[in-house]
């Protein structure tokens, strides 16, 4: 959905070095959520906050945070980035959606490689 | 909390057969069920879902079965087409909408013209 976007789709970096994702969201949606997405595990949930003052860990938080910024923006950071952390990560916002009920919407996603 | 598993992981269909994805839960609480199809290279997108108080919703080729009793649901694609060859994933939420999901493991469908 091109309403909820991430920065960068790409990136490469080496371990111990600090790592920002971004998500943005027009959506207007007070629910925001980080996944990651390695192969054969689907989505796991690393943090998720449901208002600007409401941040909540998921199931596999250790080595990440996260800064809810405004309603639209929600940031996941790896302070010292592992390369077990190498994986497809998503942002995605829920609200009301085009069929008239509550969904969850993705990003792009963003492919982060630890070397 | 939740525990959603999803069989098979692999699927490989020839064009036109129909093609059929489970999953089981482990909250008995859990009432809502949605279904996420996510193209390589491309966002998981919702493409169908169900609600504890339905056994079955429809829309065109693809249909959902729950059964409550069992914990269980289904995905089922008739008619199947080289572009629903894709990763399939189900979800399950306890706050009947699509809030906090818990997410299978996913199946990549095959679709061979």
């Known amino acids: 959905d091109a309403d909820v976007t991430q920065t960068p789709r790409n990136r490469i970096t080496k371990t111990g070095k600090r790592i920002m994702l971004e998500c943005s969201q027009t959506k207007g949606h007070d629910r925001m959520y980080w996944y990651r997405q390695d192969p054969g595990l689907g989505l796991q949930l690393i943090y998720y906050s449901f208002d600007v003052k409401d941040i909540n860990k998921g199931e596999i938080s250790d080595g990440y945070s996260v800064s809810r910024q405004a309603q639209a923006k929600f940031s996941l950071s790896l302070e010292s980035a592992i390369p077990n952390q190498t994986a497809l990560y998503f942002c995605a916002t829920s609200g009301w959606g085009p069929a008239g009920y509550n969904e969850q919407f993705f990003g792009p996603g963003t492919r982060l490689t630890v070397l | ?113």
């Open chain 2, 1 to 113: 909390g939740e525990n959603v598993e999803q069989h098979p992981s692999t699927l490989s269909v020839q064009e036109g057969d129909s093609a059929v994805i489970k999953c089981t839960y482990s909250d008995s609480a859990s009432n809502y069920f949605p279904w996420y199809k996510q193209e390589l290279g491309k966002r998981p997108q919702l493409i169908i879902d169900i609600r504890s108080n339905v056994g079955e919703k429809k829309d065109q080729r693809i249909a959902v079965t729950l059964n409550k009793t069992a914990k269980h649901f289904s995905l089922h694609i008739t008619e199947t087409q080289p572009e629903d060859s894709a990763v399939y994933f189900c979800a399950a939420s306890r706050d009947n909408a699509g809030n906090m999901l818990t997410f299978g493991g996913g199946t990549r469908l095959m679709v061979k013209p």
